[in-house]
């Protein structure tokens, strides 16, 4: 469903993606792991066209949208779940879902958003900044899934977020699945990784250095650890 | 003298006055919200709206006509601008970049309009209903500043719903605080910044058509009034539109009591106002600190 090859992204004269490839079967949930400064980030936003990757492919089913800007990819069925939630401050939660609603939701429209996370319905005329971090993460969800996307990417959704509310959002990332959204999820959290992946990528320095099935990374969890992930 | 006759039509010029300064100061801090540019060429469209209106008038004698295409071609150049020359700099994110090339376009643009219509002023003759005075408590009083007042207030409304109740209106908003996450959700800024440049400059050009009749078109037009402007983004606090609202008033009041009371000190009191609004509030009366 999502195929990224040989993709090579630079800020200025850094050369921050040195050759990213990854593929995705569609309704699979893909976790990329990873040290802080690796590239993450800049892949999400890569395959995003925030920042155009100055070679390789980004493949969505048969189109390549390597170079294509964002809101292009963005109607081509894929939605960013960003790092820091960026939800709009001085929007109320509605007009939030509302910027991301070009046109009526089929599969998830406003009323069926607001039954899956009752807490954005109890504050959906609050603004943006008056919502707690697990809340804004829930609405940057919530505003990702309006879109009716095929693909959702998501960079460390659960950064500063309360034990309980990293376990919704695992409800959350499965309720995706079983309408099979593929997905995927950047994340430092390995416990929140290892819920949800089905296959684990390692990125290192600007590459995937590790693919494995979730099974398969179980076994080889602590060598992967003290290889790839230690300080 | 009948002192509230003349209170009366003080505040009436004040609010006149606001008008013709509010479709400049909002045009320029709708512009700031979206791309956080300072447009120094802001004074030079008004006056171009002022020239081209003038022509129109002249050519078809339809002073209402003029109101209407004048602004729409001005606005046109100002699409043009921001498409071809503009939108190469936002990659850079430099505040000097955009300085200089607004400022560019004012010096083109007061050159064009110097070649094109000379350095005569220009009048425009309003039609006959706008001309005379109705009497208010036996003070004459001009019938175009009712008509200016009546346009500022309706303007205002309308912008204010515009932005508020519209769909266009809320991604313009939301541009203002996040344009790269609205354009990751599937709008295309490009459009959304060439739209809002267009608009900034179509409401200056209009104030500049509705200026022309109480002060003519001249080459200064747009120097003396955009300071003005500038203290109304300011007061009401940057990219704010209620607050350019609210500062358009502010200033119209002091201008006008301040020529009638002070006036050898008009200017200064315009300062001292916007001292005394950054003071209390540092961010703007509706702005943000920053
Ligand atoms: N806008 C930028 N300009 C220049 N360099 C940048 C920029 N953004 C990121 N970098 C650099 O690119 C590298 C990769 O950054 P990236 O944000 O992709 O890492 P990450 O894996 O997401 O890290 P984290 O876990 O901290 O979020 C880092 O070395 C970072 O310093
Ligand atoms: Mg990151």
């Given amino acids: 469903m999502l195929r990224v090859t040989g993709l090579n992204t630079y800020y200025g004269t850094g050369h921050i993606l040195q050759g990213v490839d990854l593929e995705i079967e569609k309704g699979q949930i893909a976790a990329v792991l990873g040290r802080n400064g690796v590239g993450k980030t800049t892949t999400v936003r890569s395959i995003m066209g925030l920042v155009p990757p100055r070679s390789g492919e980004v493949w969505l089913g048969d189109t390549n949208m390597a170079g294509w800007a964002p809101y292009r990819v963005a109607r081509a069925g894929v939605a960013y779940v960003p790092e820091g939630r960026m939800i709009f401050p001085d929007l109320t939660v509605i007009d939030n879902l509302r910027v991301a609603e070009r046109r009526p939701a089929k599969i998830w429209p406003m009323e069926r958003l607001l039954e899956l996370f009752p807490a954005l319905a109890d504050r959906r005329t609050h603004k943006g900044s008056q919502l707690s971090g697990g809340e804004q993460q829930m609405l940057a969800v919530a505003r990702a899934l309006i879109t009716d996307p095929t693909v959702m990417l998501f960079d460390e959704p659960s950064q500063g977020l309360a034990p309980l509310v990293v376990r919704e959002l695992v409800g959350v990332i499965h309720r995706l699945r079983d309408e099979g959204v593929t997905v995927l999820l950047v994340e430092q959290n390995l416990k929140l990784a290892e819920a949800v992946g089905d296959i684990v990528y390692v990125m290192v320095k600007g590459r995937m250095m590790y693919r494995a099935p979730i099974a398969q990374f179980q076994l080889e969890r602590e060598a992967v650890k003290s290889k790839y992930l230690a300080l | ?290």
């Fill in chain 2, 1 to 290: 003298m009948d002192f509230l006759g003349f209170l009366i039509t003080q505040c009436l010029n004040a609010l006149s006055q606001a008008s013709v300064l509010l479709f400049l100061a909002c045009g320029l801090t709708l512009i700031f919200g979206i791309m956080r540019i300072i447009n120094f060429a802001h004074g030079a469209i008004f006056m171009l709206g002022a020239y081209v209106g003038h022509t129109i008038v002249v050519l078809t004698g339809q002073f209402w006509l003029a109101l209407i295409a004048a602004p729409l071609v001005v606005a046109g150049i100002g699409a043009l601008f921001e498409m071809f020359l503009l939108s190469r700099l936002y990659a850079r994110r430099d505040g000097g970049a955009y300085l200089m090339i607004t400022f560019g376009l004012a010096i083109v643009l007061s050159e064009a309009v110097r070649l094109i219509w000379g350095a005569q002023p220009k009048g425009i003759d309003l039609p006959e209903v706008l001309t005379g005075v109705v009497f208010l408590l036996d003070q004459p009083f001009p019938i175009y500043r009712l008509f200016l007042i009546g346009l500022g207030v309706s303007a205002s409304i309308a912008l204010w719903q515009f932005l508020e109740r519209t769909r266009t209106g809320l991604l313009i908003r939301a541009v203002s605080q996040n344009p790269e996450m609205v354009h990751a959700l599937g709008t295309d800024i490009r459009i959304v910044r060439t739209g809002v440049f267009a608009l900034g400059c179509g409401l200056a050009a209009f104030g500049g058509i509705l200026a022309t009749p109480l002060f003519g078109a001249y080459l200064a037009m747009g120097n003396n009034v955009v300071v003005d402007a500038f203290v109304i983004v300011i007061i009401g606090g940057m990219g704010s539109f209620l607050g350019s609202v609210i500062g358009s008033i502010m200033v119209g009041f002091v201008q006008v009591f301040g020529a009638y009371y002070f006036p050898s000190m008009a200017l200064s009191l315009l300062y001292l106002l916007m001292l005394t609004v950054l003071i209390v509030r540092p961010g703007g009366l509706l702005g943000k600190e920053e």
